[in-house]
């Protein structure tokens, strides 16, 4: 009786780090290196500051916001500027490596909900720190003054 505990035991430990491995993804320093997304398929590449993708699947990063780019501006070029930068800014993290990626959900849209630490430091607080973002839902949108 006791082997046999020990073995369900096992095996429901196997599945619990099966989970944790999708739920986890790490990003080495020499893991595919990533753009700007542009017009072409998009397979490794950042949207903006707190969108991209990485092989096929699409993300949006939880706990901020960051200036949009092209739709919803409301601060006109000096938005779009700021959320170029944000996005610019996203893409070096991402290549430092050093990563990992919690996936919490999905959004209304389908994306996958996720946390994205470099380095053991939540990517929200850095990007705030910067001046890029601003947490959310709570944050000022201090780009459309």
Known sequence: MKARMIRIAQIYISGLLLLLSFLVT????????????????????????DT????GEK????GYDTPETTTGLC???????LGYKAARRLVELLNLG????????LDRYG??????????RDIADILVAEGLARYWPDGDEFWCR
Not at 37 to 44: A, D, H, K, V, W
Not at 52 to 55: D, G, H, K, P, S
């Open 26 to 49: 790490a990003f080495p320093a020499n893991a595919a290196q990533f753009v700007l997304c542009g017009s072409s398929e998009r397979i490794t590449c950042v949207v903006d500051g």
């Open 59 to 62: 993300f949006r990063l939880q």
């Open 111 to 120: 994306r996958t909900l996720a946390i994205l630490t470099i380095e053991g």
């Open 52 to 55: 991209f993708w990485l092989n």
């Open 75 to 81: 601060g006109g070029e000096a938005e779009r500027q």
């Open 98 to 105: 050093g990563g990992a990626l919690r996936r919490t959900g």
